[in-house]
T-cell receptor, first 115, second 111 residues
Framework: AQTVTQSQPEMSVQEAETVTLSCTYD???????LFWYKQPPSRQMILVIR??????QNATENRFSVNFQKAAKSFSLKISDSQLGDTAMYFC????????????FGPGTRLSVLP | DGGITQSPKYLFRKEGQNVTLSCEQN?????MYWYRQDPGQGLRLIYY???????QKGDIAEGYSVSREKKESFPLTVTSAQKNPTAFYLC??????????FGSGTRLTVV
């Protein structure tokens, strides 16, 4: 079974600074996807970024980028130029490509961006 | 715009009462999921359906039931057997490209 670990329950960062959220996972699968989701106070879950395991290049989406280390099973999220609107819970998620229930979420990291 | 509609946004249940949470999608996605989220916690899978007329139990299915009579709809019933139903419930669809797309959720409270 797959597991996803987020070792930082809470983090804070000053506005305009950079912050990195960590995520590690455990799997015997070779083909899979990894995701970061954001849940602001509205509770809406929003996809931030996704990474295919077969791609060596790290995914980026504007101010959001990942550091994907497949051998180490690590998938950290870097937020540059942090904004107040980035305040949210962030969930790391693993998705295997084989049939069946294939999504596993980490416990989340609560990020507060301070003015 | 394609999306997922969950209703109602807030729901109150009396002790011993069954209630049904609605989830409708127009994304044409085959797979649909129900998750429960308790305060300060992550998401736990209740039920999922990968095709019409078929569904599977997730990690915490006891006290819940679902149906999947149409591709667009995946309602969740919280039965009286669920002893602690107060939580936030999220419905999601799945595509291999986008991963999950979530609805806006239903907050269920026992009164």
């Amino acid at each position: 079974a797959q597991t996803v670990t987020q070792s930082q329950p809470e983090m804070s960062v000053q506005e305009a600074e950079t912050v990195t959220l960590s995520c590690t996972y455990d799997t015997s699968e070779n083909n899979y996807y990894l995701f970061w989701y954001k849940q602001p106070p509205s509770r809406q879950m929003i996809l931030v970024i996704r990474q295919e395991a077969y791609k060596q290049q790290n995914a980026t989406e504007n101010r959001f980028s990942v550091n994907f280390q497949k051998a180490a099973k690590s998938f950290s999220l870097k937020i540059s130029d942090s904004q107040l609107g980035d305040t949210a819970m962030y969930f790391c998620a693993f998705m295997k490509l084989s049939y069946g229930q294939n999504f596993v979420f980490g416990p989340g990291t609560r990020l507060s961006v301070l003015p | 715009d394609g999306g997922i509609t969950q209703s109602p946004k807030y729901l109150f249940r009396k002790e011993g009462q069954n209630v049904t949470l609605s989830c409708e999608q127009n994304l044409n996605h085959d797979a649909m999921y129900w998750y429960r989220q308790d305060p300060g916690q992550g998401l736990r899978l209740i039920y999922y359906s990968q095709i019409v007329n078929d569904f599977q139990k997730g990690d915490i299915a006891e006290g819940y039931s679902v149906s999947r009579e149409k591709k667009e709809s995946f309602p969740l019933t919280v039965t009286s057997a669920q002893k602690n139903p107060t939580a936030f419930y999220l419905c999601a669809t799945f595509s291999s490209f986008r991963g999950y797309t979530f609805g806006s959720g239903t907050r269920l409270t026992v009164v």
